[in-house]
């Protein structure tokens, strides 16, 4: 079992930055690829980011390439999802995942999920 928290939710204005993080405990961090993904109200949840075990390789939702980077620290077993620019649409509750391999953009291939944390962009 992994366990996976967030933090760093809040209200950001727009145009502003904002790091979430992702604190893992359990299982051994760096043999999971780690994803973020949000969830508006009425929405499915969608994609944002993933990166591999290693941290060499990232990917990116269309919507946020540029805008958002993410990154993990083996040593502390955590991820974080820098988010720059702002947008009010950016505004979700933002979960974290884990998954035993490689990255992957599907919700449904990851295995242990945290409980979220609300991001609202106003203006």
């Known amino acids: 079992q992994v366990q996976l928290v967030e933090s760093g939710g809040g209200l950001v204005q727009v145009g502003g930055s904002h790091r979430l993080s992702c604190t893992a405990s359990g299982r051994t961090f760096s043999n999971y690829a780690m994803g973020w993904f949000r969830q508006a109200p009425g929405k499915e949840r969608e994609f944002q980011a993933a990166?591999?075990?290693?941290?060499?390789?990232?990917y990116y939702a269309d919507s946020v390439k540029g805008r958002f980077t993410i990154s993990r620290d083996n040593a502390k077993n955590t991820v974080y999802l820098q988010m720059n620019s702002l947008k009010p649409e950016d505004t979700a509750v933002y979960f974290c995942?884990?998954?035993?391999?490689?990255?992957?953009?599907?919700?449904?291939?990851?295995?242990?999920w945290g409980q979220g944390t609300q991001v609202t962009v106003s203006s």
């Open positions: 990166i591999s075990w290693r941290g060499d390789n990232t």
């Open positions: 995942a884990a998954r035993w391999g490689v990255t992957a953009q599907r919700s449904v291939e990851y295995d242990y």
